[in-house]
């Protein structure tokens, strides 16, 4: 015969109450473990683009000239490369853009004044406000695109 030396106090659905809030709270933790390794891909990433703008002496432009519409691609939660006529820019953003990396977020209307352009300060992509923009070449977008990615074997 086994004895059971549980407390008196704990009862059948008091344990599983309690292994209820370990699985949560162990959930909650693997979340933050993994979106805290996300986010250091976007920084080293982002440091990388950094490094890049700064070898590069990129030339920094206050406006750029669209057609109604342009195309994007995001790079990090900070950097986007916006493709305009046949013109590539890279577009650095204040601060973290997490709606630039997910695709169901709430999408944030534009703030534009003029339609046919996008100026630094106060336009916004996603919602999120532009800082500075870049002159960039095909091949130098291509090279922005390909940092973070695994090399080939």
Known sequence: MTANFRPRS?????????????SRYTATLMLALMSACATQADTDD?????????ISDLHEVR????????DYDALTDRYVIVEARRDYYLVELYGRCRELMTEYADIQPDIRP??????????????CRIKAMYEIDKVQAMELNEIGEAPAE
């Open 63 to 70: 406006i750029v000239r669209t057609l109604d519409d342009f």
């Open 46 to 54: 982002s440091a990388a683009i950094d490094d890049f703008i700064a």
């Open 114 to 127: 003029e339609a046919k352009a996008i100026r630094t300060g106060e336009d916004t992509i996603r919602g």
């Open 10 to 22: 704990w009862s059948k659905p008091a344990e599983r109450q309690l292994e209820g809030n370990m």
